[in-house]
Structures are given as structure tokens and as C-alpha cells.
């Protein structure tokens, strides 16, 4: 993560060598075995009135970006703080239970009203860190720093921040539309 050279005794300023530090390499493997079930109902009330439900299971899983992983560290122009970007390798797929419902009512010859409600039962949820103090960022994404070759200080120093992708806490959400076509 940084290029690192040594100069000649004689300081001529002549680069011995060169080298990149890439850290440690990484291998993770994913397997995704989940089952999904869908059900689904519709009752005509009348000609013209409709009630719907659904129930379903769905997964969201980690970016590309994130199942590769990697680190950009960016100086921060004074020589002695960093802003890192962490692609969370650790990152699982996101669950969900969706359950919907609505009621159609169609007017003649065309038209529709309709009211529908919502709720989402969600673990994992992936959420973007925003820039922040790489001390108090989850354990996971320092992991990854330190194995990237930065010391202890680097981790610690207050000045230091990172951005990422990290999995919430379990987490819900509702809400209902109506359409008037």
C-alpha cells in the first residue's frame, strides 16, 4: 500500500530498490444456499374490486466491489494522516421478509384508486459508513487496515478516517402509496 525505496550510502540518491507493499493476501469463499419463498393471493370482492397480498423472501448480496475487497489509502497532503476507503470483504447478504397488501377498486371504461401497505423485515442491512474516525469504525474494517500493513498508530490516530460498507443492526421498515390513474 505505499512504495517504499532505499537509497545508496554514498547518497547519491540512486534507488537501490524499489518495492510495493500490497499487505497480505486474502481468500475468502461465499456460499449462498437460501430459500426464497414467494406466495401470493388476489380475491375479487366484485367486478370491479380487488384485495392483494404477498409474502416474500428476498436477499440482497455484498457488491462486487466489496466481495473482491481492497484498501485506497489517501494521504492527506501533511505526511501523517490518511483517509482510507475499505471494501468490506466481511460484508454479508442482506435478508428480508417483505410482506405487501393492497385493494384496487377499477372504474369503467378505464381508471384505477388504490391503496397499498408495506413492511420489510430486514437483517443485515448494508449501510455506507460515511467518513469517519478510523478508531471508532467497526473492528472488522480496522482488520483489514492493520493487515494492510499499517501500525497500531496509524489506527489510533485521531486524524485518521475511512469510508465503507458495513452490516447494521436488524432493522424495519413500512410505508403505503395510493394511486389515482
Known sequence: MGLKAKVNADNSGRLEYIYYRYGSSVTREKTYNNVLPNLQARYDITKNLVVRGAYYA?????????????????????????????????????????????????????????????????????????????????????????SAGYSAADLANPLNTVSSTVNGPKTSMWGFELAYS
Open 58 to 146: 428476498s436477499i440482497l448480496r455484498p457488491d462486487y466491489q466489496n466481495v473482491i475487497g481492497g484498501i485506497n489509502a489517501t494521504d492527506n497532503g501533511d505526511g501523517n494522516t490518511y483517509s482510507f476507503a475499505v471494501n468490506n470483504t466481511k460484508l454479508k447478504p442482506e435478508t428480508a421478509n417483505n410482506f405487501d397488501a393492497s385493494i384496487e377498486y377499477y372504474f369503467e371504461p378505464v381508471g384505477l384508486l388504490s391503496a397499498s401497505v408495506f413492511y420489510k423485515d430486514i437483517k443485515n442491512i448494508q449501510v455506507n459508513l460515511p467518513k469517519t474516525v478510523l478508531s471508532s469504525a467497526p473492528q472488522d474494517v480496522q482488520e483489514q487496515i492493520a
